[in-house]
């Protein structure tokens, strides 16, 4: 049983940081591309980033390129999205989630989602 859970979030001013991590378990994930989501009240849930476990190649949306950098260590099997530059619209419940990477675009599973708020 794949099991993620978050931690890292909290409130912090525009202009701020957070380093937001993802403890994965139940199974090898060499073979997993993970994600982080978010979803801010009243939209969808939109890619942030993700990585190819395996190559550590990763893949930006356009509103974070330059600010925010995924990663992953895999002594501690954790995944981290390191978010600089915040700012107000970057408020939004951060979701991790893996799926095989060969394989349909749809993740299979999902950690229990940390907030992080953005104060102007």
């Known amino acids: 049983q794949v099991h993620l859970v978050e931690s890292g979030g909290g409130l912090v001013q525009a202009g701020g940081s957070l380093r937001l991590s993802c403890a994965a378990s139940?199974?090898?994930?060499?073979?997993?591309?993970m994600g982080w989501f978010r979803q801010a009240p009243g939209k969808e849930r939109e890619l942030v980033a993700r990585?190819?476990?395996?190559?550590?190649?990763?893949f930006y949306a356009a509103f974070v390129k330059g600010r925010f950098t995924i990663s992953r260590d895999n002594t501690k099997i954790t995944v981290y999205l390191q978010m600089n530059s915040l700012k107000p619209e970057d408020t939004a419940v951060y979701y991790c989630?893996?799926?095989?990477?060969?394989?349909?675009?749809?993740?299979?599973?999902w950690g229990q989602g940390t907030q992080v708020t953005v104060s102007s």
């Open positions: 989630a893996a799926r095989p990477t060969e394989g349909p675009d749809s993740y299979d599973y």
């Open positions: 990585i190819n476990w395996s190559t550590g190649v990763p």
């Open positions: 139940g199974r090898t994930f060499s073979r997993y591309t």
